[in-house]
């Protein structure tokens, strides 16, 4: 049988020797004139001028005054958001396991995506019931806890749009959803009822680093009349007790 993880068919060759471009500039200890990239990458100058014009036009390339480059902030930004997903998953990884055994519930962890809350790693309980979350999915701002979290939490310039692209198809209004999030601010925890799956309801928390800025949040998912939304309830204290724990593990000084 075929595997289907296997690569072998054509690829594109010129992305393939831009990619290359970049590696070799990003192995670099110093930023490279044009002559000294043409000569690490085996191919001609006026070959190369191109690619690193639209390396730089992107972001992924940045050029002094001298005319040098060296690697830009756009792809940057990418290898810290990997880096961040793979260190948060890994780390959550515990937390994850130990509160689904002890609810046995639905536990599901989340970062911050361009589209959203995005989901990156799932244990579900032994029951047998669709909770509407899956691993590598985009969540509602509103509708899920994750989504009420980052916009409880991140700047506002960075999730506006987000939310009012969605307030514009629900019967909510922008002042009733920032009411919520403030409450979410006071309690250290959001909670939705019913919101995406009938008779289910779901209890989230945020995790922080040592900035004080939200990195992830983690989830629990249950059924309506099961899962114990108030305050003082099990699930939301042992959630906030193990997201502020791992919280701390990041650097965290701040409380709930």
Not at 125 to 135: A, D, E, H, L, Y
Request: charged letters at 25%.
């Amino acid at each position: 049988m075929k595997n289907d993880l296997e690569m072998n068919g054509q690829g594109i060759q010129s992305l393939e020797l831009g990619i290359g471009i970049l590696k070799k500039i990003g192995e670099a200890e110093k930023p490279l004139s044009i002559t000294e990239i043409a000569e690490r990458a085996n191919i001609s100058k006026s070959k190369l001028h191109r690619y690193l014009t639209s390396f730089w036009r992107t972001g992924f390339l940045e050029r002094d005054a001298s005319l040098r480059y060296t690697i830009g902030d756009a792809l940057i930004q990418i290898g810290l958001r990997a880096c961040q997903r793979i260190d948060i998953k890994e780390q959550a990884r515990p937390v994850l396991l130990r509160l689904k055994e002890a609810l046995n519930e639905t536990v599901a962890l989340s970062i911050w995506g361009e589209g959203g809350p995005y989901f990156i790693d799932l244990e579900e309980s032994n029951r047998q019931i669709k909770i509407g979350i899956q691993v590598g999915s985009t969540g509602s701002m509103i509708n899920t806890t994750a989504g009420q979290l980052f916009a409880a939490y991140m700047p506002e310039g960075r999730t506006e749009k987000l939310i009012q692209k969605e307030l514009e198809q629900v019967p909510e209004d922008v002042d009733a959803f920032k009411q919520t999030l403030a409450m979410i601010r006071r309690r250290g925890f959001s909670q939705t009822t019913e919101s995406l799956v009938p008779g289910i309801v779901a209890i989230g928390c945020p995790i922080f680093n040592g900035d004080d800025k939200i990195v992830a949040a983690i989830t629990v998912i249950g059924l309506l009349g099961v899962l114990d939304l108030s305050d003082e309830s099990q699930t939301v204290n042992m959630l906030k007790k193990e997201c502020l724990n791992l919280s701390r593990s990041l650097g965290y000084q701040g409380k709930f």
